[in-house]
């Protein structure tokens, strides 16, 4: 089963960037549980976004988990620094490679969560032989690199099959989905069995952050 309540993490990247100390803040008022903090490197993924000093410096500024969504590659040379600099969760795309295993070790020795993210073409066969490593698979619903994507359906069975997948594990597992997820899609992603939604535009596009956060838990009306 999932997890009680439904996580919402907002995320950084469609934040205003002349202000992110005070985007964090606000967010962390309107009821965020998470912040999502998407690292990307131009190569990976064909946009770049920030590292780990703007981490640091918003570490400051929040006591909100920092879940770090990292499409970039290599990973290996980067989880300590990301670690040190305030990560809660470090997350990898098996692509990054060369060997996902070892990667999800090393952010278990640094002391973080670990999560594996898997692109809309990305064969969830990678999950059953690191499942024993993992405390968060991320199903991108959109292809990485850039917010503001429309919500891939096709995804919704790939969410059901992995809740079926943890739940017959019996670990504590979150099944986070990531890209186009607003006060419509989110209701589906539940439904699928996910219990962690990343949202950037859905929240920081809003006039009023907690209503889009409540709206994407489902409790905008309880
Ligand atoms: C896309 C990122 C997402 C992105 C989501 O590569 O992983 O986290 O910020 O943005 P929205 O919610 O606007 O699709
Ligand atoms: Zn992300």
């Keep these: 089963m999932p997890q009680s309540s439904v996580i919402v993490a907002p995320s950084l990247l469609a934040a205003d960037f ?35 000093s703007i981490l640091k410096s918003l570490r400051k500024r929040t006591a909100l988990p920092f879940d770090v969504h990292l499409m970039i590659a290599p990973a290996d040379p980067y989880l300590a ?6 990560a809660d969760h470090i997350l990898i795309h098996p692509e990054s490679g060369p060997h996902p295993h ?6 278990a020795a640094l002391g973080k969560k670990a999560g594996l993210v ?5 064969p969830l066969a990678h999950v059953a032989p690191l499942i024993d490593l993992l405390d968060i698979i991320l199903v991108m619903s959109v292809n990485p690199g850039f917010g503001g994507q429309k919500f891939l359906r096709t995804q919704l069975p790939r969410i059901a099959e992995l809740r079926r997948l943890i739940d017959e594990s019996g670990q504590q597992i979150r099944l986070e989905v990531d890209g186009g997820v607003d006060a419509h899609t989110a209701p589906l992603c539940i439904e699928a069995g996910a219990d962690a939604l990343v949202a950037g535009t859905a929240v920081f596009g809003s006039a009023d952050y907690a209503a889009a956060i409540a709206a994407i838990r489902g409790t905008a009306h309880a």
């Design 18 to 52: 002349s202000k992110l100390g005070d985007e964090v803040a606000a967010i962390e008022r309107a009821g965020a549980d998470w912040l999502h903090l998407d690292i990307m490197d131009g190569h990976f993924v064909p946009n770049i976004s920030f590292g780990p």
């Design 81 to 86: 620094a990301f670690a040190e600099a305030g």
């Design 102 to 107: 070892r990667s999800l070790q090393a952010i």
């Design 118 to 122: 898997l692109n809309p073409g990305t």
